[in-house]
Nanobody
Framework: VQLQASGGGVVEPGGSLRLSCVASGRSFSPYAMGWFRQAPGKERGFVAHINWYGGISYNGDSVQGRFFISKDSTKNAVFLQMSSLKPEDTAVYFC???????????WGQGTLVTVSS
């Protein structure tokens, strides 16, 4: 299985972006998929995840109410709708899959989001 993330770009503060992550390869039915991000000089951190059969979580106050994760099982895709973007949201965003409920074992290549005026 390979994950392909896209949708990053440069946006002004307050703007919106929608990230997409599509899985390709063998039959894909993960336990969960998620989004992580890594800002310059910082470690990669959790943003949001969605269980394939129900359940969503977000990384607390940093993105709650501004970011929304969703999926399209028919397309093996997961999305991250980001709004009210802030400069501190600038990072490379990675999608990941937890294929067997044992942890994040499949990673995409990352897409860069830059929030700047």
């Amino acid at each position: 299985v390979q994950l392909q993330a896209s949708g990053g770009g440069v946006v002004e503060p307050g703007g919106s972006l929608r990230l997409s992550c599509v899985a390709s390869g063998r039959s894909f039915s993960p336990y969960a998929m998620g989004w992580f991000r890594q800002a310059p000089g910082k470690e990669r951190g959790f943003v949001a995840h969605i269980n394939w059969y129900g359940g969503i979580s977000y990384n607390g106050d940093s993105v709650q109410g501004r970011f929304f994760i969703s999926k399209d099982s028919t397309k093996n895709a997961v999305f991250l709708q980001m709004s009210s973007l802030k400069p501190e949201d600038t990072a490379v965003y990675f999608c990941a899959a937890d294929s067997e409920a044992l942890g994040w074992d499949v990673w995409g290549q990352g897409t860069l989001v830059t929030v700047s005026s």
